[in-house]
Each structure stands twice: as structure tokens, then as C-alpha cells.
């Protein structure tokens, strides 16, 4: 019996530890139906910590803010943990990472093992780790995951896992071959990894909002950071510096951003959505070439919506939230439903704190809680990958994107068919030739 096999012959979906970890129920949404036969569906109970085990070493590629996050959560997961390579096009961003990890974990990274340049993530993976967290600006994410397959490691990836439809089907194909190999593939869509949103689901799931009617997503805040270009900076520096401003790099906020709302109104309803019309605009963002707000009306196979709206401009009315309605009720999706008639019906219950109140969030962190899921899948001889889901949503997300930056309607098989690639054709430090110049709906090309 092969690997992948034995995993899956072993996974239960409620009981023992090992099926904890066992992530595929969460990782694979099922069309909610009102049949009142249906069996019941039961969500796991996380692990607060991975299982001891062998040492496992980590290399974290991209050390930016996420990054050196990222390489922390993994710290906290379980016993025998070990962040051994790190690598980044700046040295600057290693040298932070770096002195982050030694000042709050005690971790001290080797010389021989820090990394810089456009290849650093090659050099991460080839240095001998057994898990490789791929923290670096979007663009860069599919090259890095098909090399890091390729060279049989497991992996967690953050999301978006790209930036346009070549880059998304690369990673896709990659995922594939991560299965065929038994790799372990976490994603950053954590909110699949926190507890309070697990257990929404498992209450949604049988049955008790009914039939899913429609969904509403959001993520409207004030802005994000942005760098300014200083003296001596290449085009290309100057930009992977301000990434996060950039649509090459980036995806654009819709995609960097905004993924996550949509990855649960996609999870909760069991598909991704068949066509997208939307809009945007921008009117404030003082760097790059990307929007500040985007408005998309998705639309299921099925004739079901879901309205998306995201926005960073400052001095706004912000909200955070996914709001899924079904024939009986709703729910924010994460912690309460109600009935139609504005009754309470369930809430999660958090844990107490020391002053034997509730604290309003999980007692580990959904951050926390995606690497030790990892780290059991990997310990207990278990399975994960969240590859195909967390692309799905991503794609999702470019869809509604090209909507806005076109003005026309899109659909999923005209996406996942397109050869849009975005950036430039060399990635090496120098000039870039483009410019800062939005999209104009009616006149950007697809």
C-alpha cells in the first residue's frame, strides 16, 4: 500500500489524535443539503500541540513581517522543531528575521545557512530542511513550490500561492505531484485552522442555517504600508521593496488580501464560483499600479451569489466579516447564527480566561494551529494538502480581479484557460518596464 493509501485508510473524523490531524474533511467542502438523512458530519478536534518526534528542521523563504511569523508559529507547534536555512532577496529583511528569531525564540541560525538574492529560496531548500515555509511576495510563490516538491519536502505555503492563471495552474500541477509524492502541504488560509470557524462549519454543514442561499464577503480597511523608491535602487528593488503595492508581485489586494473572505464563502459552500462582474477603482494609493477598492458579484453554477467587497483607504467605515444566509438562518461564519427574525440561536463558546470570563478567541492561535496540524500530519503518518483549495481561491479571486481591471464578465473556464502571465520577462535586479499606471475598465486588456 502506497503512503497517500495508507493515510487515507487510517483517517478517521472524530476520535483519536491521529485524525485530528487529518485535515482533508476541512480541506474539501461538501454541497450543503437539507436532506434531514444526511449523516452527521463531525469536525475534528485540533491538537493544542504537535506529538513529539523526531527533529524537524524548517528553512523559511521570504523574511519579511510574515515570514519571520510564520518561522515563530512553526517554533510553537510541537517539540523538536528546528528553523535550520534562511533565505531572502535583502539582507536587511534576514538580518531582522534573524535577530527576531534569536531575540524571542532563542534560535540561532547558521552563517552557513543565510541566504540573499533573486536563488536564495533554491539555496533554502537544498540545505538539507524537512519542511519549507514559503513566505516570499506572491509572484515568486509557484517557482519556489514546484522546486520545493521537486525536491520532496513538505511544505507550508501562505497565501495567495500566485499572482495570475499561469502562475495558479503551475502551482496546481505541483500539488498534484506533492500528493503523488505523500508531501504535506499546509496553506495560509487559516481560518480552516481556527476553531471557532471549524465548528460554524460543522454546524452549517448539517443543516442548521438549511439549504446555503447566498453569501456577502468582506475586507474593507484603511491602508496598507507602502515604500517610497530611494536614490540607487534599481526598478526591480525599488519594487520588490514595495511589493505589497505592486499587482505583479502581489495579485493586487482582492488576491493578496482579500482571499480569505472568499476562501470561506468557497469552503462553507462547497465550490468555487463559475463567472465573476465587478468593478473598482483608485483613488488615494500613493505607490504602485494596483486598486483601492473592489466590488464583485460572483455567481455559482447553480445561479447562487456571493457579493465581495474589498477596500484599503483611510478614514472608512471598516468591516471584516463573511456573512453566509441559508432558508432557515445565518451566520457570520465564524462564532454566531441567527434566525431570520434577529434571535441568537447558537454561539461558539470560547475559552475562560483567568478572571473566569470568556476570552472571544481560540485558545490557540489559528496561526499556531496551522503548523501544528502540519506537524501531526507529518508525525502521525497522516495526510494534508491543501493545495488544490486554497489555489482555487486564489483563482477565484484573479477572476474577480479581471472583472474589475476589464469591466467584463468572466467566467472559471475562460480563467482557468487564460495565458495571462504578469511581471516582467527577467527577474533580476535592474530595470523593470512597468509602469505605475491602474487598469481602465472598457480599454484593459484580459
Known amino acids: 500500500?502506497?503512503?497517500?493509501?495508507?493515510?487515507?485508510s487510517r483517517r478517521k473524523f472524530i476520535g483519536d489524535a491521529a485524525a485530528i490531524s487529518a485535515l482533508?474533511?476541512?480541506?474539501?467542502?461538501?454541497?450543503?443539503?437539507?436532506?434531514?438523512?444526511?449523516?452527521?458530519?463531525?469536525?475534528?478536534?485540533?491538537?493544542?500541540?504537535?506529538?513529539?518526534?523526531?527533529?524537524?528542521?524548517a528553512g523559511v523563504v521570504g523574511c519579511g513581517g510574515r515570514g519571520t511569523g510564520a518561522a515563530i508559529n512553526f517554533l510553537n507547534?510541537?517539540?523538536n522543531l528546528e528553523i535550520a536555512a534562511l533565505g531572502d532577496v535583502f539582507q536587511h529583511r534576514l538580518d531582522r528575521c534573524r535577530n527576531e528569531?534569536?531575540?524571542?525564540?532563542?534560535?540561532?541560525?547558521?552563517?552557513?545557512?543565510?541566504?540573499?538574492?533573486?536563488?536564495?529560496?533554491r539555496h533554502v531548500i537544498d540545505a538539507g530542511v524537512d519542511i519549507v515555509i514559503l513566505c516570499e511576495p506572491p509572484h515568486f510563490r509557484p517557482q519556489s513550490f514546484e522546486y520545493a516538491v521537486q525536491a520532496r519536502k513538505h511544505i507550508f505555503a501562505e497565501k495567495p500561492v500566485g499572482v495570475d492563471p499561469v502562475g495558479v495552474r503551475s502551482f496546481m500541477a505541483a500539488g498534484k505531484m506533492a500528493e503523488a509524492a505523500g508531501l504535506n502541504v499546509a496553506a495560509g488560509t487559516q481560518r480552516?485552522?481556527?476553531?471557532?470557524?471549524?465548528?460554524?462549519?460543522?454546524?452549517?454543514?448539517?443543516?442548521?442555517?438549511?439549504?446555503?442561499?447566498?453569501?456577502?464577503?468582506?475586507?474593507?480597511?484603511?491602508?496598507?504600508?507602502?515604500?517610497?523608491?530611494?536614490?540607487?535602487?534599481?526598478?526591480?528593488?525599488?519594487?520588490?521593496?514595495?511589493?505589497?503595492?505592486?499587482?505583479?508581485?502581489?495579485?493586487?489586494?482582492?488576491?493578496?488580501q482579500h482571499v480569505h473572505n472568499i476562501d470561506v464563502v468557497n469552503w462553507f459552500f462547497g465550490k468555487h464560483p463559475a463567472k465573476a462582474?465587478?468593478?473598482?477603482?483608485?483613488?488615494?494609493?500613493?505607490?504602485?499600479?494596483?486598486?483601492?477598492?473592489?466590488?464583485?458579484?460572483?455567481?455559482?453554477?447553480?445561479?447562487?451569489?456571493?457579493?465581495?467587497?474589498?477596500?484599503?483607504?483611510?478614514?472608512?467605515?471598516?468591516?471584516?466579516?463573511?456573512?453566509?444566509?441559508?432558508?432557515?438562518?445565518?451566520?457570520?461564519?465564524q462564532n454566531r447564527i441567527w434566525d431570520y427574525d434577529g434571535?441568537?440561536?447558537?454561539?461558539?463558546?470560547?475559552?475562560?480566561?483567568?478572571?473566569?470570563?470568556p476570552m472571544n478567541r481560540v485558545a490557540i492561535s489559528p496561526y499556531d494551529q496551522t503548523h501544528i496540524n502540519l506537524v501531526s500530519a507529518i508525525r502521525n503518518g497522516e495526510y494534508l494538502n491543501e493545495s488544490q483549495n486554497v489555489a482555487e481561491s486564489v483563482m477565484t479571486a484573479i477572476m474577480g480581479r479581471v472583472s474589475a481591471y476589464t469591466g467584463r464578465e468572466v467566467t472559471w473556464e475562460e480563467i482557468m484557460e487564460s495565458s495571462l502571465s504578469i511581471g516582467p520577462d527577467k527577474l533580476e535586479m535592474g530595470p523593470v518596464d512597468i509602469a505605475a499606471v491602474p487598469p481602465t475598465p472598457g480599454t484593459a486588456p484580459a
Open 1 to 8: 500500500m502506497n503512503q497517500k493509501s495508507k493515510a487515507l
Open 24 to 57: 482533508g474533511a476541512l480541506g474539501v467542502g461538501a454541497v450543503i443539503s437539507s436532506c434531514s438523512r444526511r449523516p452527521e458530519y463531525r469536525s475534528p478536534v485540533f491538537p493544542d500541540q504537535a506529538p513529539d518526534g523526531p527533529v524537524l528542521r
Open 77 to 79: 507547534a510541537g517539540p
Open 101 to 121: 528569531l534569536r531575540e524571542k525564540m532563542n534560535v540561532e541560525v547558521a552563517d552557513e545557512n543565510c541566504f540573499t538574492g533573486m536563488d536564495a529560496y
Open 192 to 256: 480552516r485552522h481556527q476553531r471557532d470557524y471549524v465548528k460554524t462549519y460543522e454546524m452549517v454543514r448539517n443543516g442548521e442555517i438549511g439549504d446555503l442561499v447566498s453569501a456577502n464577503c468582506y475586507w474593507n480597511q484603511s491602508k496598507l504600508w507602502h515604500v517610497n523608491r530611494q536614490p540607487g535602487w534599481t526598478d526591480m528593488e525599488a519594487m520588490i521593496r514595495d511589493w505589497v503595492n505592486w499587482t505583479w508581485l502581489s495579485g493586487d489586494h482582492i488576491v493578496e
Open 277 to 333: 462582474l465587478g468593478f473598482g477603482g483608485r483613488h488615494r494609493r500613493p505607490t504602485g499600479d494596483q486598486y483601492d477598492f473592489f466590488s464583485i458579484d460572483y455567481v455559482f453554477d447553480d445561479n447562487r451569489h456571493m457579493h465581495s467587497m474589498c477596500r484599503q483607504i483611510d478614514g472608512c467605515a471598516n468591516n471584516v466579516s463573511e456573512m453566509i444566509f441559508g432558508t432557515k438562518g445565518y451566520t457570520n461564519g
Open 343 to 357: 434571535n441568537l440561536i447558537w454561539e461558539y463558546e470560547y475559552p475562560l480566561g483567568d478572571d473566569g470570563q
